[in-house]
Nanobody, 124 residues
Framework: VQLQAFGGGLVQAWESLRLSCAVS????????MGWFRQAPGKEREFVAG????????RYADSVKGRFTISRDNAKNMVYLQMNSLKPEDTAVYYC??????????????????WGQGTLVTVSS
C-alpha cells in the first residue's frame, strides 16, 4: 500500500482547504483510513478516521464540527475537508492506513502505512 497526500497550502484564518490522499496498491484488508497532523515541537496527533467499508467516522474534539473526512471507494481516495481553519491547525498533515488495528483507532502506532505529509499553514 502506498499513500500520497496533497492539497496543503497557506490560507488565512477561517478559510477552507481540502486535503486528498491517493491510495495505491490498495487491498481490502485495510480497516481504517486516518488523518494525523504534527506541528513543530509537538507529537503526531489523530485528526480524523474513517472505516473504509462502512464509512463510519471519528474526529478529534479539536476539529469536530469543522473538519469532515470522506472516502471514494471507486477512486481509492480519502479526503479531509477543513473549514473555519485556525492558526492552531497549522501542521504537517499525514494520511495513514490501519489494516488490522482497532477500528477507528486514534493511536499512530496502529497504522501501518503513511503518506509523505502535506503542510498546512494558517495565518491569523
Amino acid at each position: 500500500v502506498q499513500l500520497q497526500a496533497f492539497g496543503g497550502g497557506l490560507v488565512q484564518a477561517w478559510e477552507s482547504l481540502r486535503l486528498s490522499c491517493a491510495v495505491s496498491r490498495f487491498t481490502f484488508i485495510s480497516n481504517t483510513m486516518g488523518w494525523f497532523r504534527q506541528a513543530p515541537g509537538k507529537e503526531r496527533e489523530f485528526v480524523a478516521g474513517i472505516r473504509w467499508s462502512s464509512g463510519t467516522t471519528r474526529y478529534a474534539d479539536s476539529v469536530k464540527g469543522r473538519f469532515t473526512i470522506s472516502r471514494d471507494n471507486a477512486k481509492n481516495m480519502v479526503y479531509l475537508q477543513m473549514n473555519s481553519l485556525k492558526p492552531e491547525d497549522t501542521a504537517v498533515y499525514y494520511c495513514a492506513v490501519s489494516r488490522l488495528g482497532v477500528s477507528l483507532t486514534t493511536s499512530p502506532g496502529q497504522y501501518d502505512f503513511w503518506g509523505q505529509g502535506t503542510l498546512v499553514t494558517v495565518s491569523s
